[in-house]
């Protein structure tokens, strides 16, 4: 079903997987093993991440993961990822205090009908779990979002993530070249998906140079009351260095300023600014397979199927 080809990083902070499926090495994944080193061990926070897709048919520009797009996985092949991690570290995650799966890693979760059902067996084997699912909001996949809000009550906790990265639709276009559902269409979800007591739906912003974020209109948009904000500097990978995106050095003085801007129209914000040290190990969506592919032309240059 799955087989480990490489992990690198470190234990207590991230360790990312490469991995092959279908007993074919040229379908490849990867998933993350992370840890918050202000949480302490696992037993306090654990966070796992997984691909939803081999590849990604998206093709953000600041983003790794969409040189190569071959499909779906299989709610077996998610489940995998997980159970890989745990195994690999000999603990239950049922006695954490918070355990969290992120479907964030590679490909659009709901352009794939299986991260439904992965969510299914995914309340099966861990009771306490926390989904997390990121996503741009694909236009057209209202059904899918549908049945989403059907599996959210049934986790004591249900995180999405929804990725703007620009108040500006021409160039959140250009960012994200993919077809997306209207604000509007979002909004009217969001707010339902909203349940008092818990989490609210979070809208992502990858903070860079001349990206457009004004909070003016994205309050416009989206009501603070049912949304909150998060802020993070833009992550190095080789597909947003070739499109000129090179702003990780963004000083916290900047962060700080686009979060007061939008606490003031009364979002919550978090601003999150990860270790510098996951840039090293590659913890970004699509580099472990990218820097694998790098090593081995010959995959590199193999079709997509």
């Given at each position: 079903?799955?087989?480990?080809?490489?992990?690198?990083?470190?234990?207590?902070?991230?360790?990312?997987?490469?991995?092959?499926?279908?007993?074919?090495?040229?379908?490849?994944?990867?998933?993350?093993?992370?840890?918050?080193?202000?949480?302490?061990?696992?037993?306090?926070?654990?966070?796992?991440?997984?691909?939803?897709?081999?590849?990604?048919?998206?093709?953000?520009?600041?983003?790794?993961?969409?040189?190569?797009?071959?499909?779906?996985?299989?709610?077996?092949?998610?489940?995998?990822?997980?159970?890989?991690?745990?195994?690999?570290?000999?603990?239950?995650?049922?006695?954490?205090?918070?355990?969290?799966?992120?479907?964030?890693?590679?490909?659009?979760?709901?352009?794939?009908?299986?991260?439904?059902?992965?969510?299914?067996?995914?309340?099966?084997?861990?009771?306490?779990?926390?989904?997390?699912?990121?996503?741009?909001?694909?236009?057209?996949?209202?059904?899918?979002?549908?049945?989403?809000?059907?599996?959210?009550?049934?986790?004591?906790?249900?995180?999405?993530?929804?990725?703007?990265?620009?108040?500006?639709?021409?160039?959140?276009?250009?960012?994200?070249?993919?077809?997306?559902?209207?604000?509007?269409?979002?909004?009217?979800?969001?707010?339902?998906?909203?349940?008092?007591?818990?989490?609210?739906?979070?809208?992502?912003?990858?903070?860079?140079?001349?990206?457009?974020?004004?909070?003016?209109?994205?309050?416009?948009?989206?009501?603070?009351?049912?949304?909150?904000?998060?802020?993070?500097?833009?992550?190095?990978?080789?597909?947003?260095?070739?499109?000129?995106?090179?702003d990780r050095a963004l000083t916290a003085q900047v962060l700080e300023?686009?979060?007061?801007?939008?606490?003031?129209?009364?979002?919550?914000?978090?601003?999150?600014?990860?270790?510098?040290?996951?840039?090293?190990?590659?913890?970004?969506?699509?580099?472990?397979?990218?820097?694998?592919?790098?090593?081995?032309?010959?995959?590199?240059?193999?079709?997509?199927?």
């Amino acid at each position: 079903m799955l087989t480990v080809l490489n992990k690198t990083g470190r234990p207590g902070l991230a360790e990312v997987y490469l991995g092959a499926v279908r007993n074919d090495p040229d379908r490849l994944v990867e998933f993350v093993d992370a840890c918050d080193p202000a949480a302490g061990d696992r037993s306090a926070k654990w966070v796992i991440i997984v691909s939803t897709q081999l590849g990604c048919p998206v093709g953000c520009l600041m983003c790794d993961a969409g040189k190569r797009y071959q499909g779906n996985l299989s709610a077996a092949e998610i489940l995998a990822q997980v159970e890989q991690v745990v195994t690999a570290n000999r603990r239950d995650p049922n006695t954490c205090a918070k355990f969290k799966v992120q479907f964030a890693r590679m490909g659009e979760p709901a352009l794939n009908d299986e991260v439904l059902r992965a969510l299914w067996r995914l309340k099966d084997l861990y009771p306490a779990v926390i989904p997390c699912v990121a996503t741009i909001a694909p236009a057209g996949r209202e059904r899918w979002f549908g049945t989403l809000l059907g599996l959210r009550d049934y986790f004591r906790d249900f995180q999405l993530q929804v990725s703007i990265n620009s108040t500006d639709p021409g160039q959140r276009d250009r960012l994200m070249p993919y077809p997306k559902m209207p604000w509007e269409t979002m909004a009217r979800f969001g707010r339902s998906f909203y349940r008092p007591g818990h989490r609210k739906p979070m809208l992502n912003f990858a903070v860079c140079g001349d990206w457009e974020l004004d909070a003016g209109i994205l309050s416009r948009h989206f009501d603070p009351r049912w949304f909150a904000v998060k802020l993070t500097p833009l992550n190095p990978t080789a597909n947003g260095n070739s499109n000129g995106l090179r702003d990780r050095a963004l000083t916290a003085q900047v962060l700080e300023s686009r979060a007061r801007e939008l606490s003031d129209r009364g979002f919550d914000v978090i601003v999150s600014v990860g270790n510098s040290e996951e840039d090293e190990i590659g913890s970004n969506c699509g580099q472990a397979v990218w820097r694998h592919l790098a090593r081995s032309p010959e995959l590199e240059k193999s079709p997509a199927r």
